[in-house]
């Protein structure tokens, strides 16, 4: 017979691994508070995905190309796959980047896909943020993590820059003129800024071992570790909620991290990645073969930027060539004005949760989102910077704009100044307006109820219109706004933010924060 009581005592091997590991580093009891974790089920809350996932894709793909790409600026005379190419000089970045295209196996796709993910990410990165722009998620306490988003924003398009400029081609080096003389327009010191980057005249012999660096290494480390601390800060703060029946600012109602959200996060990953290969299988982007190695006594026509940055560009292409001369120097301000206000367009929505707390007073802790149209003149001013931002891309495309409408390249420039003047004013009246609008709309709704097209007539023959009343879901949507002033919720402490649901009595579904 075997001794059952022996056998109960004895642990597998498994067990006591994970109590060696619960007992140095409390896995446990972090898996215990964390793994059942709510979070909110709303279509919106995807957008941070998307930028999570692309910046994923891009490191992989990105691993991927650094074991065939010779950031190197000395010339070889190309003998490769791409015969056109055969027998031109051509620095060591770009003869490397036409091998990746057309030698290395997967190379091309691998190139697509790297490039698409960057557009894809700068763009979920700016929709997200906007996201959390209308909604108010940036109020305290959740200012520090919208810092860390601008940031990582920021970073980002410097990050496209310097990967942008990596092959060496002619695209790319037309942009690298572009920046050389932003450099050289700042007094004083424009010089000397320009020879520091570029190692000497442009193009110099560095500049793509120097970016090379900044883009593999000190660029992606700095945004991998704010990656970090903002999920960090998300878990930390608990995540914010549209308003609605059960939602309140002391609970998060939603499905559990385990097993449900996971699985749908790492289905999500795969769309994704999936979407992006697809796109970048059937559609062309950066085709360097195209353009040729960079020459400076060369430029290509119809050279644009990618898209987060053209409205760089169209800052410098609507300003007038002005110049003027002050103490001896020279102040080209058809550059100089640009490369001010280009980082001015930028800090104006990274400073902005500060200074709406200034402006109005609002010290208070916010977990709820707010509807955009209840709060009009914030959704005013993002959709006036919106119009900002699309009226100076439309300007650094304006060439091509007039060919393809067949314009003068003048008109369009005169209408893009003017716009750039005019439309955001209109944009912040008009949005205001329809906010409220919208406003009066819901009052309407709440007290009347909604239309139900049936007419009928009245014994004294009058004509009226039968409404149907609201459900009470829909009423607490409308007007919650209103009385959430007035509740008599306590401000929340970060630290009561994260009890995990379970005997404390809180619905399925819902975490409830409160000790």
């Known amino acids: 017979m075997t001794d059952t009581g022996h056998t109960r005592g004895r642990t597998s091997s498994g067990e006591r691994l994970a109590d060696w590991f619960d007992g140095r580093l409390g896995l446990h009891t972090l898996g215990r508070r964390y793994l059942r974790k709510v979070f909110p089920d709303h279509w919106s809350f995807l957008l941070g995905e998307i930028c999570l996932y692309s ?20 010339e070889v005379t190309y003998h490769g796959g791409y015969l056109p190419l055969n027998g031109i000089r051509m620095s060591e970045a770009y003869a490397s980047t036409l091998d990746i295209s057309f030698e290395v196996r997967g190379g091309l796709l691998i190139r697509q896909i790297h490039h698409w993910s960057a557009l894809v990410f700068l763009a979920a ?11 108010g998620s940036f109020r305290r306490p959740r200012e520090v993590n919208w810092v860390f988003g601008w940031t ?153 930027p990618d898209w987060y940055l053209g409205f760089a560009e169209g800052l410098v292409r609507v300003m007038p060539g002005w110049e003027v001369h002050v103490a001896g120097h020279t102040l080209v301000l058809g550059v100089l004005v640009p490369v001010v206000v280009f980082p001015l367009l930028l800090v104006a929505i990274g400073v902005y949760p500060f200074v709406e707390a200034r402006f109005t007073g609002d010290r208070g802790e916010h977990h709820l989102l707010d509807r955009p149209r209840n709060r009009p003149v914030r959704t005013a001013i993002g959709a006036a910077w919106i119009s900002v931002y699309v009226i100076l891309l439309a300007g650094g495309g304006n060439d091509i704009v007039a060919t393809r409408l067949h314009l003068s390249i003048n008109s369009v420039t005169w209408a893009v100044r003017i716009s750039l003047f005019v439309v955001p004013v209109l944009v912040l009246v008009v949005t205001r307006r329809l906010c409220l609008g919208l406003q009066q709309r819901d009052r309407e709704l709440v007290a009347h109820g909604r239309a139900t097209g049936v007419i009928t007539r009245l014994p004294h023959g009058e004509y009226v219109e039968a409404h149907r009343p609201l459900g009470q879901a829909e009423l607490h949507t409308l007007t919650e706004h209103q009385h959430r002033g007035r509740s008599d919720h306590r401000d929340l402490q970060p630290a009561d933010a994260h009890r995990a649901v379970g005997g404390s009595g809180a619905p399925a579904g819902q975490e409830d924060p409160q000790p």
Do not use: C
């Open 152 to 304: 990582l924003l920021l970073l980002g398009m410097f990050e496209g820059l310097f990967g942008y400029s990596l092959p060496d081609d002619l695209l790319s080096g037309t942009g690298l003129r572009f920046v050389d003389g932003a450099l050289l327009s700042v007094p004083v010191v424009g010089t000397y800024l320009s020879f520091f980057l570029f190692g000497g005249e442009f193009p110099g012999h560095d500049i793509v071992a120097r970016f090379y660096s900044l883009h593999v290494l000190l660029i992606p480390g700095i945004m991998a570790a704010l990656v970090v601390a903002h999920l960090v800060l998300v878990v930390y703060h608990k995540h914010t909620q549209f308003g609605g029946p059960g939602r309140t600012e002391r609970n998060v109602v939603g499905t559990p991290f385990m097993p449900v959200y996971l699985a749908k996060a790492g289905g999500f990953f795969f769309l994704v990645f999936g979407v992006l290969a697809l796109v970048a299988a059937v559609a062309t982007v950066n085709p360097v073969w195209a353009y040729g190695p960079y020459r400076a006594d060369q430029v290509s026509t119809g050279a644009q």
């Open 125 to 135: 990165m700016l929709t997200h943020m906007m996201r959390h722009f209308f909604t």
């Open 55 to 74: 910046f994923v894709v891009l490191v992989l793909t990105g691993v991927y190309l650094t074991l065939f790409f010779h950031p190197s600026m000395n």
